[in-house]
């Protein structure tokens, strides 16, 4: 099960930290990513870290901006936004798999939160 917090409303320029909590199959996850759903567009990838690893992987639209870390002990992943722009306004998903497939691509996602909002708003 995961469990995602840490969203709201900030202003263009500023900063936000999702968290998300990971519970369950930890010792199997391969991947822990985030996506994000924009109103009106289809859901897309953001960013993703292994389970095991540390080389992160980074969409091109957030790449200097976002980064993602990892607390195993307390089975936690959090996302730390900076620079947030209106364009980055969406719901955010945090998401595991147990394979090692793309990714990037949705399907391959075994387990979903059930996100939250981030509002990127003068």
């Known amino acids: 099960q995961l469990q995602a917090s840490g969203g709201g409303l900030v202003q263009p320029g500023g900063s936000l930290r999702l968290s998300c909590a990971v519970s369950?199959?930890?010792?199997?996850?391969?991947?822990t990513a985030w996506f994000r759903q924009a109103p009106g567009k289809e859901r897309e990838f953001v960013i993703s870290?292994?389970?095991?690893?540390?080389?992160?992987v980074y969409s091109h639209s957030v790449k200097g901006r976002f980064t993602i870390s990892r607390n195993q002990a307390k089975d936690m992943v959090h996302l730390q936004m900076n620079s947030l722009k209106p364009e980055d306004t969406a719901v955010y998903y945090c998401?595991?798999?147990?394979?090692?497939?793309?990714?990037?691509?949705?399907?391959?996602?075994?387990?979903w939160g059930h996100g939250t909002l981030v509002t990127v708003s003068s």
């Open positions: 369950g199959r930890t010792f199997s996850a391969y991947d």
């Open positions: 870290l292994p389970w095991r690893g540390d080389r992160a």
């Open positions: 998401a595991t798999k147990t394979n090692s497939g793309d990714v990037a691509k949705i399907s391959n996602y075994e387990y």
